[in-house]
C-alpha cells in the first residue's frame, strides 16, 4: 500500500497535525496509522504491515470516514487471553464520553 504524506506546512512542522492531515481526497485516512489496543487489558498492540487496512476493509467501513481519532479495539490479546487467538476486534472513534463504532455513527 503506497503511503500518502501531508505537504502541509503545519504538517511539518507539527508531527501531531500531520497525523489529522494524513488523508487524501481519493482514499482517506490510512488506516495503518490507527492504533490498536485490547480492550480488556488496555495494551497497545502491534500489527503487521497491511493488517489494519484489512480489518477495516473487512468492516465494510469507507477510509473516508476514518480520522485520528478511530482507533481498532480487540476483545483481548496474547497477554490477558492466551491461547485464545482469533480476537473479535471493532474500529471505533473517540469521543469525549468514550467511544462508539464507527458504522453505528453514520457519517
Given at each position: 500500500?503506497?503511503k500518502?504524506?501531508?505537504?502541509?506546512?503545519s504538517?511539518?512542522?507539527?508531527p501531531v497535525?500531520?497525523?489529522?492531515?494524513?488523508?487524501?481526497a481519493?482514499?482517506?485516512?490510512?488506516?495503518e496509522?490507527m492504533?490498536v489496543?485490547?480492550?480488556?487489558?488496555?495494551?497497545p498492540?502491534i500489527?503487521?504491515q497491511?493488517?489494519?487496512?484489512?480489518?477495516?476493509?473487512?468492516?465494510?467501513?469507507?477510509?473516508?470516514?476514518?480520522?485520528?481519532?478511530?482507533?481498532i479495539?480487540?476483545e483481548?490479546?496474547?497477554?490477558?487471553?492466551p491461547?485464545e487467538?482469533?480476537?473479535?476486534?471493532?474500529?471505533v472513534r473517540l469521543?469525549e464520553?468514550?467511544y462508539k463504532d464507527?458504522?453505528?455513527?453514520?457519517?
Open positions: 500500500m503506497e500518502n504524506r501531508c505537504d502541509r506546512s504538517c511539518k512542522s507539527n497535525a500531520s497525523l489529522n492531515n494524513q488523508h487524501s481519493k482514499n482517506g485516512f490510512d488506516p496509522l492504533f489496543e485490547c480492550h480488556k487489558c488496555g495494551r498492540l500489527w503487521n497491511g493488517e489494519a487496512s484489512q480489518i477495516v476493509e473487512q468492516s465494510g467501513i469507507d477510509c473516508k470516514k476514518l480520522d485520528s481519532q478511530c482507533l479495539l480487540a483481548g490479546c496474547p497477554h490477558c487471553a491461547g487467538g482469533g480476537y473479535m476486534v471493532r474500529v469521543r464520553d468514550g464507527v458504522k453505528e455513527q453514520g457519517h
